[in-house]
């Protein structure tokens, strides 16, 4: 079984070819990041403008990387939430004709869920199908798969698009069992969910204000770093001090997480230590931090917000005692949330390729997998609408 994953709820368009819910065939991703660091978070519109530019190009790249034809696709799955709702409805309009036009049942991903699903795909047999084209980095227009829409000249798009050869992904050897705990950390989510199968799980606990991710981003505007935030803010905490500074961890209900005040003592610090009071602008403070403080800003918040993750996710196996437990969302790129669990957690963990923990069309495509295998019914190509709020 072969599903074709579109995902368009961020700054990311993605398309993936996913067999039998384990198998990586192909691998595209254009983002429209660098449009929206001058603004220091993603800018709507500019995401929105970004999909329709690319998303075909996109879509036909990931066919042609699986060695893949229409008729060789048994379904195509689409992210229609949550999201940005102009972001979504490009994924979801070209998912709807698309699955007109060739006849192809569609099924609509809960992009969050979906995050967790990126765990589902192994190594197993080793037998990558090798599409043709997709080196690293690789810019390839086969040409003519998605039909009447022509894409626009590669040198005319204001986002780049990447794809790797699915071998170059480090995957675990097998899929995860159940019951399965699931830390879920991005930019918009921070969720604890224990699986007890596929489609039946419970909610343990969420976030009351900011997700980590979120955090992260922030934190890096008070110090001055580019967006996003985890990845920079990761990269400068290496050379801070972690203790420097005790930041406060979050009182509330055993699963549920709370970052807002954390981001907030950040700031407080960050002025206190250029000697001015909570009236003082953010804005202002990076050209006066050096950045012997800022690295330690960055390395005393990072040890906090991931311990508190960790905390929790440890609280949960010794409740729940789930035979696995996986990381979800961008923030599962963190290797420092990797050091921390590897070293607390009483079990081994399994962790995919950082590459597919930020926003894919590969985890979407392999929750299509499961929906089609599992019999779950498909969405109406005619009417399945957005779902900007949607929850787990
Ligand atoms: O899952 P994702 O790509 O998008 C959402 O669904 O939200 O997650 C993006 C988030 C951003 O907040 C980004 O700062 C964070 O993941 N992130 C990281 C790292 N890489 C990405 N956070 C901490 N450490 C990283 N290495
Ligand atoms: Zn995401």
Redesign the pocket.
Known sequence: MRVLGIES??D?TAASVVEDGCRLLSNVVASSMEQHVQYGGVVPEIAARSHIEVINQVIDQAMTEAGCTWDDLDAIAVTYGP?LGGSLLIGVMTARTLAILHHKPLYAID??MA?VYANFLTMEDGGWKMGIGGEEGDQVFAGGLTGAIQPPDASNLHSKIVSHQPSAYQLPDSQPTFPLLALI?????TQLVLFRDHFDYTLLGETHDD????A??KV?KIIGLP?????S??KLALTGDAQAFAFPKAKVGTYDFSFSGLKTAVLRVAQQQIGEDHTFPSKTLPERLSDAQKADIAASF?QVAIETVVDKALKAYEEFAPASVVIA???A?????RRQLSERLPCPIAYTD?RL???NGAMIATLGCFHMKLGRPPADPYTLDIRPNLSM
């Not at 997700?211 to 979120?214: L, N």
């Not at 967006?227 to 990845?231: K, L, R, S, T, V």
């Not at 790129?333 to 949330?337: G, I, K, V």
């Open positions: 709820s961020c990311e999201g992009h969050v995050h950390v991005s930019g918009g989510h997700a980590i991710g979120e992260f981003d890096a967006y996003p935030g985890g990845p803010v990761s990072q969302g961008g923030v790129a963190s290797p420092e949330l950082p923990c930020t926003d």
